[in-house]
């Protein structure tokens, strides 16, 4: 069963625009992770956040995590033609520390 | 470095035939991961396995098969193959496990077509 949904599932905007993408899970956790993923390639890691964190930064990437919640929200900051791609957020799985539960993805199209 | 490498990139086969999808990873990573991902969906869990010679079940097992005989290699095989698994695959590896907080690391996938 899929942990992570995100929200929206589809968003187009404009270069140089930022793009907010939002992720929601079921269960508790010790890390979430995103990933992206260009048209016909493979999932690329962007950025890994703990439990215990709540903001973390990667060159215009801003992630954050509510765990009162159960939500995440990645942030891409003065977006570029070639950030588009899909992103997908990602949760351990709470039964088992070898797992990842992927969430079915928001398609961002970044506009020249 | 190569990474992750899948092979074969594409595939057509027939309902009823047999084919097996190799990953190699030359990262040294002990944990590895087959997934598939249909269109609109995120990635489900088909098999995995924590080291050489261990192999788990994931979320979607049923239908497929697979072996671990080498640490840098894991096969997913696909005993007689159904329209259902009509999919794109990746297989992907990591140093230690997710509670541990480390991220995957992906093939550019197998897209397989059943007929």
């Known amino acids: 069963s899929q942990q992570g949904e995100e929200d929206p599932q589809a968003l187009s905007i404009q270069e140089g625009e930022n793009a907010t993408m939002n992720c929601s899970y079921k269960t508790s956790i010790n890390n979430l992770q995103w990933y992206r993923q260009n048209s016909g390639r493979g999932l690329v890691h962007l950025i890994l956040?703990?439990?215990?964190?709540r903001e973390k930064h990667s060159g215009r990437l801003r992630v954050t995590l509510d765990t009162s919640k159960k939500s995440s929200s990645l942030l891409i900051t003065a977006s570029r033609a070639a950030d588009t791609a899909s992103y997908f957020c990602a949760t351990d799985d709470e039964d088992s520390s070898y797992k990842l539960i992927f969430g079915s993805g928001t398609r961002l199209l970044v506009r020249p | 470095n190569a990474g992750v490498t899948q092979t074969p990139k594409f595939r057509v086969l027939k309902t009823g035939q047999s084919m097996t999808l190799l990953c190699a990873q030359d990262?040294?990573?002990?944990?590895m991961y087959w997934y598939r991902q249909d269109p609109g969906m995120g990635l489900r869990l088909i098999h995995y396995s924590v080291g050489e010679g261990t192999t788990a079940k994931g979320e979607v097992p049923d239908g497929y098969n697979v072996s671990r005989l080498k640490k840098q290699n894991f096969l997913l095989g696909l005993e007689s193959a159904a329209p259902s698994q009509t999919s794109v695959y990746f297989c992907?590896?990591?140093?230690?496990?997710?509670?541990?907080?480390?991220?995957?690391?992906f093939g550019d996938g197998t897209r397989l077509s059943i007929l």
């Open positions: 990262m040294n990573h002990e944990y």
């Open positions: 956040i703990r439990s215990n964190e």
């Open positions: 992907a590896s990591s140093t230690l496990g997710t509670g541990a907080g480390q991220p995957q690391h």
